[in-house]
Nanobody, 127 residues
Framework: QVQLVESGGGLVQAGGSLRLSCTAS????????MGWFRQAPGKEREFVAA????????YYATSVKGRFTISRDNAKNTVYLRMNSLKPEDTALYYC????????????????????WGQGTQVTVSS
């Protein structure tokens, strides 16, 4: 079982930056592919970014590519999402999620592939 806790959300002006953190419990964090998703009011949850267990490969939604960076520090059981050049349309509740290893999924953009979810951290971008 893995528990995920997000932090770092807040209110920022358009063009600003934030760094989200997601800290995981458990000693096997380094084996879990991780992802970030977001959900705006009235919209479905959408993929933002994902990273393989080793951190060697990263993947992004088209809407955030070039502005957001996902990374991980396995020694700290933490995955990060650095968000630059924020736009009002980035406003959402941001979730981190983990894929249970051993089932052949090295990364995914599909929320259904993720087994563990945090409670979310709110990001609000004002215009």
């Amino acid at each position: 079982q893995v528990q995920l806790v997000e932090s770092g959300g807040g209110l920022v002006q358009a063009g600003g930056s934030l760094r989200l953190s997601c800290t995981a419990s458990g000693r096997t964090f380094s084996t879990y592919p991780m992802g970030w998703f977001r959900q705006a009011p009235g919209k479905e949850r959408e993929f933002v970014a994902a990273i393989k267990w080793s951190g060697g490969s990263t993947y992004y939604a088209t809407s955030v590519k070039g502005r957001f960076t996902i990374s991980r520090d396995n020694a700290k059981n933490t995955v990060y999402l650095r968000m630059n050049s924020l736009k009002p349309e980035d406003t959402a509740l941001y979730y981190c999620a983990a894929v249970k290893p051993g089932y052949g999924i090295t990364w995914s953009s599909k929320s259904g592939d993720y087994d563990y979810w945090g409670q979310g951290t709110q990001v609000t971008v004002s215009s």
